[in-house]
Nanobody
């Protein structure tokens, strides 16, 4: 059974930083697309960043470009999301998601419907 375990959320002041981790098990991690999504209160789930684990290629949503960095450690089956210059509007539940690489393209990688496997989410709260 594929499992994704996200952690690292917490409460931080505006301008602060956090690093989220997502450990993926029972999945072909080395040839996958792993993404981070955020669901803010009352809003739809938003795609933030995605990494293609076979070559490390990355993509970012406009709202987090230049502030967030996605990376992976393939030998640990782990993907990270380094978040800097956090703003109150970054508050939400952060989910990691996994899919076979062949299904993750620049056109689909920020779409909720692309990903089959999801973690349980970790809460990030940014205070002003």
């Amino acid at each position: 059974e594929v499992q994704l375990q996200a952690c690292g959320g917490g409460m931080v002041k505006s301008g602060g930083s956090l690093r989220l981790s997502c450990v993926v098990s029972a999945f072909t991690f080395g040839t996958s697309g792993i993404a981070w999504f955020r669901q803010a209160p009352g809003k739809e789930r938003e795609g933030l960043a995605c990494i293609r684990t076979s070559d490390g290629a990355t993509w970012y949503g406009d709202s987090v470009k230049e502030r967030f960095t996605i990376s992976s450690e393939n030998d640990k089956n782990t993907v990270y999301l380094e978040m800097n210059s956090l703003k109150p509007e970054d508050t939400g539940i952060y989910y990691c998601a996994a899919e076979e690489e062949i299904r993750v393209t620049p056109a689909t990688m920020m779409l909720f419907s692309t990903f089959t496997y999801w973690g349980q989410g970790t809460l990030v709260t940014v205070s002003s």
